[in-house]
């Protein structure tokens, strides 16, 4: 009965935190949310390994400067040693050098093609959020369309499709750059802009947005100021899982060989070289396999962190 | 409703053992910025039969105190520090989940201020109240739903028999407000604990259920412990009032002395600052607000949490909490004044 | 169709106001009922008066006050604003009205944009109103505001979620002070807050009011803080008003048996004084369906036959004194 209703504090314990400013430095809402991120361990150090993994692509080269197309055959098919310490492939290649190169590409092309994926949500989600009746409609038929499709049959056809084209206009590796990019991240805005239009529709009718509409705001200034500042916690969350999800894809295109040419090296593509030599040199594969799902798994754990720390019903 | 109000103020300080003793009462919260103190050292005692208010503003320990009786307070991240909850000389809490379970409801029944949230939507409200009759009471189903729609009717739901198949969506709010009423006494508890049951209600609705709870009260013969910052609804309700401030009772008293003679300055305020209907002809006085806002549990300060706010506060006030005295019978006072 | 005038200059006067919801369903989004929110509000508030406009959830009072200052748009009647038609007016001429007609709103923690600073809040109407010539100016005024609603200078770097329901309600207050309107739409300005701030709130819109001339319509469903502040009261009921009068007549005298009924219902805080109640039977009927005729005719206690075949007007009783029943006044 009313025994076992959960019993919610809300209205009594946390508020008497809030009577009175008593800190002497404002506490933005940035602000708070890093401190609530901070006390979520597992992201935390999620973050680290993250930013280390970025260093390493960037810095990776002039650290450790072995060529990466460097072909030695004596030295073939070698498990880690001093000179080769993630070994070689069945080039001689070192794969040390491969992978940081590789995890540039892979890194670069997640937080592209999230950066697409979240820009095209947001634009549809905010139009959708913003104008009621049939625009609406039409968007999210749209979405729900976008939704419904095969995504990987699609990917790649579109692939096949534009390759050469691409190829033409921004060169071998910046044409499948662009390509992988802009079909990865326009096969995954939906989620963001459902998630958008979901956000703008409850947020318009607060009253701080009404309150701006009394002050004679113009409907750019109250979803530039007001509704989407509100509106992207979440989907900073949905964006982190965004890329996570398309450095999955990045290696799966490269796995089926219709990523980058082959003689570049991504972390999907070694993992498809060293399909062949799993029994003899399980390194190969381990390793750009490691990558990957660390990369995924630190994002995903960042992603959590967020939720937790950007969590609307804990600003507003 | 005010007819039993005079014959129980004066049993309020009898002999008998209270129904409900909390004493010394401290459970406190623990916070990313620390300890909140949200019931901090709180005594009162209900006896049987009677009405006592529980008033006083959010974040006063109200609810807190009235949770905890049931023990449904959340542990982490509440804890209780100190003080006994004595039920029917029982101390409550070190007792087991099991052993609450067979306190809550049968003797011991809460309604909410959220008459919507409180029921749970994809139920009938037929099945609901059955299954509190079913488990305490040990009755089949069919029995137990004969006995919802007896209780239906008690609380003057129209057509009982037709509504009990209904779910939570098709009531009104004071309606669903019947409806949990319905399922509290639907095992005759000794008390019934009512958290702002009329808060979210229109005052005209809000008139209806009082009503109710009075009938139901004469009826069943129960105590009622009403927790509310209403005070025209404590003094049309209410035997015996306590007043709460930042987790302390700062005053209890029988209602007409309360109302007649308030002692504490934060309840002199308290009833000052209400606008009056009643009082259209001698209008358009200032209202005397009390200045500043609710201190932070937080970290309170050693005085008398009130201080800050208080016109009569004195250099002694920030150093010491008063302790509770009795200024007259059956009120007590929590100031140096 | 002449409504109720009060004494002095008309500042605002509702003629018929009406604002009816579609309800959509379907696939299609076909409209298929309507919720006749407001049915047919008229009345006039006098410059530098305060009216007060009281009724139970539902009765359409907030709507009324979104109606005129178009937030929703009205389905039809007229708003006029010192004799200008509210109603039909474009984006630039609202754009300018926006700085004769203010609002303050009920919830303290949703009125307040979160990601804002106070001073970005206050000063965001000096903005759009290019009221400040530079940054200082723009500072100093909000400086101002800060001080003539009861807050510190140094508040206006902080977020809202730093402050208490009644420091966030000064916050909003001065935020519609800063373009110094002439009519503040307060709608339940003080229902969400504890009773010891109620009390501060309400002096400090009686203050400002006699500061800035200011002229309220103060929407609420508490009778007895609309009782302290107004100088003439309205009763909403289901989309109607039932009764307007003076505010002391009103509550001295009220003619509709609703109006009776509300003020009898109200809990007095003084165990002393016994008065008869009026239980009202049965809940407010839905909306979407109002009852025919006199929309109170179903709860009524003096209810006769014909109240549920004709709709009664509203009329003066007594000077001033308006009230819409076929049998009082």
Not at chain 1, 201 to 224: D, H, I, M, W, Y
Not at chain 1, 268 to 288: C, E, N, T
Request: aromatic fraction near 6%; include cysteine.
């Amino acid at each position: 009965m009313a025994g076992s209703t959960p019993a919610s504090l809300s209205a009594d314990a946390p508020r008497v935190g809030a009577a009175a400013p008593r800190k002497s430095r404002p506490v933005t809402p940035a602000r708070e949310a890093w401190r609530r991120f901070r006390r979520h361990r597992l992201a935390v150090a999620s973050g680290i390994v993250l930013i280390v993994m970025f260093a390493a692509v960037a810095l990776g080269p002039i650290i450790w400067p072995v060529p990466i197309n460097d072909i030695d055959f004596a030295a073939k098919l070698q498990g880690p040693s001093w000179a080769h310490p993630l070994g070689t492939d069945d080039l001689g290649q070192d794969l040390l050098a491969r992978l940081l190169y590789g995890g540039r590409i892979s890194l670069a092309v997640g937080l592209a093609a999230m950066v697409v994926a979240v820009v095209v949500g947001i634009l549809v989600g905010a139009l959708a959020g913003m104008s009621s009746g049939r625009v609406d409609a039409v968007l999210m038929w749209l979405t729900d369309l976008f939704l419904s499709l095969p995504q990987l049959p699609l990917l790649l056809l579109v692939i096949y499709l534009f390759r050469d084209t691409m190829k033409g206009i921004f060169g071998v590796e910046g044409g499948a750059f662009v390509l992988i990019v802009v079909v990865i991240g326009g096969l995954r805005w939906m989620p963001v802009a459902r998630l958008v239009r979901a956000q703008f529709l409850s947020l318009r009718e607060k009253e701080f947005v009404e309150a701006a509409r009394a002050l004679g705001a113009s409907k750019t200034r109250q979803v530039v100021q007001h509704i989407l500042p509100n509106a992207l916690g979440p989907v900073i969350v949905a964006g982190t899982i965004d890329v996570a999800a398309a450095i999955i894809a990045e290696s799966t295109l490269s796995f089926l060989g219709l990523g980058f040419p082959s003689d570049v090296p991504t972390w999907g593509s070694v993992l498809r070289d060293a399909k062949d030599y799993l029994d003899i040199a399980p390194h190969w594969a381990l390793f750009p396999g490691a990558a990957i799902f660390l990369a995924v798994l630190a994002i995903n754990f960042i992603g959590d962190g967020l939720r937790d720390a950007l969590d609307p019903r804990r600003v507003l | 409703m005010r007819s039993t109000r005079a014959e129980s103020s004066d049993a309020s300080v009898c002999v008998a053992e209270p129904l409900l003793d909390i004493r010394g009462l401290k459970t406190w919260f623990k916070t990313d910025d620390g300890m909140v103190r949200a019931v901090d050292g709180v005594d009162l005692h209900i006896d049987r039969g009677e009405t006592l208010g529980v008033v006083g503003e959010s974040g006063c320990g109200k609810t807190v105190t009235a949770r905890s009786v049931l023990k449904l307070i959340d542990m982490p991240p509440g804890r209780f520090e100190d003080g006994e909850i004595l039920w029917q000389g029982r101390n409550l809490i070190p007792l087991e989940q099991a052993e609450m379970n067979k306190i809550r409801a049968r003797e011991i029944a809460i309604i909410f201020q959220e008459p919507m949230t409180s029921l749970n939507p994809v139920y009938t409200v037929g099945d609901q109240i059955a299954e509190v009759i079913e488990l305490h009471q040990k009755l089949s189903r069919k029995q137990a739903l004969v006995g919802a729609a007896e209780m239906l009717r008690l609380v003057n739901i129209p057509h009982p028999q037709r509504r009990v198949h209904d779910y939570p969506h098709q009531f009104s709010g004071g309606m669903r407000q019947r409806v949990m009423i319905a399922m509290a006494l639907s095992c005759q508890p000794k008390l019934l604990i009512a958290d702002e049951p009329t808060t979210a209600l229109d005052v005209t609705i809000q008139a209806q259920i009082l009503e109710l709870m009075q009938e139901m009260k004469d009826k069943f013969g129960m105590a009622i412990m009403l927790i509310t910052h209403a005070m025209g609804v404590v003094a049309e309700t209410c035997q015996r009032v306590t007043v709460m401030y930042a987790g302390k009772v700062v005053e209890e008293a029988p209602v007409e002395a309360l109302f007649g003679n308030p002692r504490h300055p934060y309840t002199q305020g308290l009833i000052r600052s209400i606008p009056r209907v009643d009082r259209a002809a001698e209008k358009k006085q200032r209202l005397e607000a009390i200045a500043g806002t609710v201190p932070s549990l937080l970290d309170p300060p050693p005085g008398c949490r009130f201080a800050s706010r208080c016109k009569h506060a004195m250099e002694v006030c920030t150093r010491a909490m008063p302790p509770l005295k009795e200024v007259g019978p059956g009120h007590f006072v929590r100031c140096v004044l | 169709m002449s409504g109720p005038q009060p004494s002095g200059e008309t500042l605002l006067s509702v003629r018929d106001l009406r604002k009816h919801f579609a309800i959509t369903g379907g696939v299609f989004s076909r409209v298929v009922d309507k919720v006749h929110a407001v049915d047919g509000v008229s009345f006039d508030i006098a410059a530098g008066e305060t009216l007060g406009l009281v009724g139970e959830s539902g009765c359409g009072k907030s709507t009324t006050g979104r109606c005129i200052l178009r937030l929703i748009e009205p389905s039809s009647g007229e708003v006029l604003f010192q004799g200008a038609d509210v109603t039909k007016m474009k984006t630039d001429a609202l754009r300018a009205l926006r700085r004769d007609m203010q609002i303050i709103f009920q919830d303290p923690y949703a009125s307040l944009n979160p990601r804002l600073t106070v001073g970005a809040i206050i000063g965001e109407a000096l903005t759009i109103h290019n009221l400040a010539a530079s940054r200082q100016a723009l500072e100093d005024r909000v400086v101002q505001l800060l001080e003539t609603v009861g807050l510190q200078p140094d508040h206006m770097r902080r977020f809202p979620h730093e402050f208490s329901g009644g420091q966030r309600q000064r916050i909003g207050i001065a935020r519609a002070l800063a373009v110094e309107p002439k009519l503040v739409i307060c709608d339940e300005p003080v229902s969400a807050l504890d009773v010891s701030i109620q009390a501060q709130v309400i002096n400090l819109l009686e203050d400002l009011q006699e500061q800035f001339g200011l002229t309220y319509l103060f929407i609420a469903h508490d009778l007895s803080v609309v009782e302290h502040i107004s100088t003439r009261v309205a009763v909403m009921y289901l989309g109607r008003v039932v009764e307007i009068a003076p505010s002391r007549d009103l509550y001295d005298n009220p003619l509709h048996p609703y109006t009776e009924a509300l003020l009898s219902a109200v809990p007095i805080p003084d165990p002393t004084v016994k008065r008869k109640r009026i239980m009202l039977q049965g809940d407010v009927p839905n909306p979407i369906r109002p009852p025919s005729g006199c929309h109170f005719h179903t709860r009524c206690p003096i209810a006769k036959p014909d109240c549920a075949q004709r709709v009664p007007e509203l009329r003066e009783s007594k000077p001033g004194h308006w009230v819409s029943c076929h049998y009082r006044g």
